[in-house]
């Protein structure tokens, strides 16, 4: 009978053990690290709608990030006529790297979040974008839609107390007086002004009910609608038949849900368009979440109620509004440089379709925001309508009136 004996090499499993144990420590580590990295980018990724922003993935976006003295930079390097005109060293080493990282990568250095977009899918860049910036566009300040707390909008009133009517109105809209062209109401409506959160309000309008919260700033009374009032008011003066509906939803609807705000206004969109065959222009007029200084400009001797032009990305034929939204950006921009903040391409995630599919030129306003009065509001309006007049007296005259709205996929 043979014996097999085992030697044991203690010195090498102890080695073995303790490597283990230090891979295992390493692992643990990475691990908690790991965590660490995802709960943070979640809590980012939350921040991100008190943080608007995006990289740039267009040749429309890249170009709109550059500063006017960056690119005359470019272009002096390929025409010597532009030579010596730049005011400073603007293509410096560090626009250069940026610019180039950009273009090459779409991270923007100073944005953490893009360094982040391309692996999580909440936070793609690829899905919003500045597609056209003006002389007040700030590459940072992006739009803002924040949900209201639930005390915020009340079905039984919200925290006014009288209700606009629920149904498209050519007339008035409580809090103003009616004030139409005498014979623009009677004629067929060429543009439609509606209000998908009908109850955005102005914290300076709210004092008097001790609303100091821009998060409160909600109201069934003094509301949006009233700018929207003023804009039909203006066109409607410069002789385009216009027509408002300041639809109250949390009243009007049963069992409202705020989250389904667009699939609601998306109704009376479509009852206008049913009844009135010639609207070609479609205006969903909101005000922005933003503070006073990213929504206010100073022209003169007066303060402006800054406007956005949203277009959704979620309409698979979103470029046609953004088109329509750049004609209006350009000739309000040349009649009041400082006054636009840009046209923005929504994010496909969330709603991000805003109606828009229904009509080309439909598009989504965002003017001033809950630090602005409305009397600044005002003013911006009526720019606003001489704008958007002369664009559609152009038109005319051109005979290329959009005349009915019909579906851009048609």
């Known amino acids: ?21 230090s891979m295992s420590r390493l692992f643990a580590v990475m691990a908690v690290a790991a965590l660490l990295f995802l709960f943070a980018t979640g809590l980012l990724g939350l921040a991100q709608h008190k943080w608007p922003g ?24 390929e025409m010597p006529q532009l030579q010596g005109q730049t005011l400073g060293a603007t293509f410096s080493p560090k626009n250069t790297f940026t610019f180039l990282v950009r273009s090459l990568t779409g991270i923007h250095p100073a944005d953490p979040k893009s360094l982040l977009a391309s692996e999580l899918p909440g936070m793609r860049s690829e899905s919003s974008a500045l597609l056209y910036s003006g002389s007040a566009t700030k590459e940072t300040d992006y739009p803002a839609d924040f949900t209201p707390p639930p005390d915020a909008i009340r079905p039984g009133g919200g ?33 439609f002004i509606y209000h998908s959160h009908n109850r955005e309000s102005f914290l300076p309008e709210l004092k008097s009910k001790g609303i100091t919260s821009p998060d409160l700033a909600y109201d069934s009374d003094v509301n949006v609608t009233l700018v ?34 667009y699939a609601y206004s998306a109704a009376t969109v479509k009852q206008a368009l049913e009844q009135h065959k010639q609207i070609g ?3 969903d007029v909101h005000r922005d979440a933003l503070a006073r200084d990213k929504t206010t400009a100073r022209i003169g001797d007066k303060d402006y109620a800054q406007v956005y032009f949203v277009v959704g990305k979620k309409n698979p ?87 009915a709205a019909k579906p851009s996929g048609g």
């Open 1 to 21: 009978m043979k014996w097999v004996v085992t030697t044991m090499n203690f010195s090498s499993v102890t080695r073995t053990w303790r490597t283990v144990r």
């Open 54 to 77: 995006s990289s740039v993935t267009t040749m429309k976006g890249a170009a709109a990030t550059l500063s006017t003295s960056f690119f005359l930079d470019m272009l002096a390097m």
């Open 159 to 191: 925290q006014g107390g009288t209700n606009t009517p629920a149904q498209p109105q050519t007339g008035t809209t409580p809090g103003t007086p009616a004030a139409p062209a005498p014979d623009a109401s009677s004629k067929e409506p060429q543009i």
């Open 228 to 261: 929207g009032k003023r804009l039909k008011d203006k066109i409607e003066a410069l002789g385009i038949p216009t027509m408002q509906a300041a639809t109250d939803y949390p009243t009007s609807v049963q069992s409202f849900n705020y989250a389904k705000s």
């Open 281 to 283: 222009m479609i205006f």
């Open 317 to 403: 034929h979103w470029q046609q509004n953004s088109d329509f939204a750049n004609k209006i950006h350009t000739l309000l921009e040349k009649k009041m440089p400082g006054l636009s903040r840009g046209v923005y391409g929504k994010a496909s995630n969330g709603n991000a379709e805003y109606n828009q599919s229904l009509s080309p030129n439909s598009i989504l306003l965002e003017i001033g925001g809950p630090y602005n009065t409305l009397e600044e509001m005002y003013r911006t309006a009526d720019l606003l309508a001489e704008t958007i007049a002369e664009l559609q007296r152009d038109a005319v005259k051109a005979n290329a009136q959009a005349g």
